[in-house]
T-cell receptor, first 114, second 116 residues
Framework: GDSVTQMEGPVTLSEEAFLTINCTYTATGYPSLFWYVQYPGEGLQLLLKATKADDKGSNKGFEATYRKETTSFHLEKGSVQVSDSAVYFCALIISGAGSYQLTFGKGTKLSVIP | KAGVTQTPRYLIKTRGQQVTLSCSPISGHRSVSWYQQTPGQGLQFLFEYFSETQRNKGNFPGRFSGRQFSNSRSEMNVSTLELGDSALYLC???????????????FGPGTRLTVL
């Protein structure tokens, strides 16, 4: 079946540090890939997405590139802020399958300290 | 435009009871999905509804059920509650794609269910 593996946290960084959260996937079909973010006490928000190989999703300084050859979609940000503290989820969905079932990784908790 | 709303936000039940959670999607969204979030298992798909029909179901026991109404509002029900059902239950809505491509799911804040 489909699955997503992301690095376990928690991750603690100082403000302005570089962030990488690794994500790899296995999929039975051709997936679209996503990063979601969950702030304390809130639901999930879509951070960025990529729907085909070599696409780069970007938003709020975060980036991730869909690498089909390595089945990866690593999240990066050049300079994190305290406000980026949250839990980050990598997810996939199989395009064109007519299903809206997202498959999520376990999540990575990021804490940014001043 | 109002977001996805879920009621109640917090719920405490005892083992053996049943519970009903409600989700109101964004206006115009006809697809509603439910997810269970626990520290151990993470986010797991429960089911998805479109036009009052369940289109997809995750790997959960029959105690978990749902429905969707003609106004796209959805409810999920858990009967004979177990301690392990304690979780955050998230609802997500999206527009329907006729081409099979993915339309973004917008998540509600969730209902925190505690089973004692």
């Amino acid at each position: 079946g489909d699955s997503v593996t992301q690095m376990e946290g928690p991750v603690t960084l100082s403000e302005e540090a570089f962030l990488t959260i690794n994500c790899t996937y296995t999929a039975t079909g051709y997936p679209s890939l996503f990063w979601y973010v969950q702030y304390p006490g809130e639901g999930l928000q879509l951070l960025l997405k990529a729907t085909k190989a070599d696409d780069k999703g970007s938003n709020k300084g975060f980036e991730a590139t869909y690498r089909k050859e390595t089945t990866s979609f690593h999240l990066e940000k050049g300079s994190v802020q305290v406000s980026d503290s949250a839990v980050y989820f990598c997810a996939l969905i199989i395009s064109g399958a007519g299903s809206y079932q997202l498959t999520f990784g376990k999540g990575t908790k990021l804490s940014v300290i001043p | 435009k109002a977001g996805v709303t879920q009621t109640p936000r917090y719920l405490i039940k005892t083992r053996g009871q049943q519970v009903t959670l409600s989700c109101s999607p964004i206006s115009g969204h006809r697809s509603v999905s439910w997810y269970q979030q626990t520290p151990g298992q993470g986010l797991q798909f429960l089911f998805e509804y479109f036009s009052e029909t369940q289109r997809n179901k995750g790997n959960f026991p029959g105690r978990f059920s749902g429905r969707q109404f003609s106004n796209s509002r959805s409810e999920m029900n858990v009967s004979t509650l177990e301690l392990g059902d304690s979780a955050l239950y998230l609802c997500a809505s999206s527009t329907h794609s006729t081409s099979g491509s993915y339309n973004e799911q917008f998540f509600g804040p969730g209902t925190r269910l505690t089973v004692l």
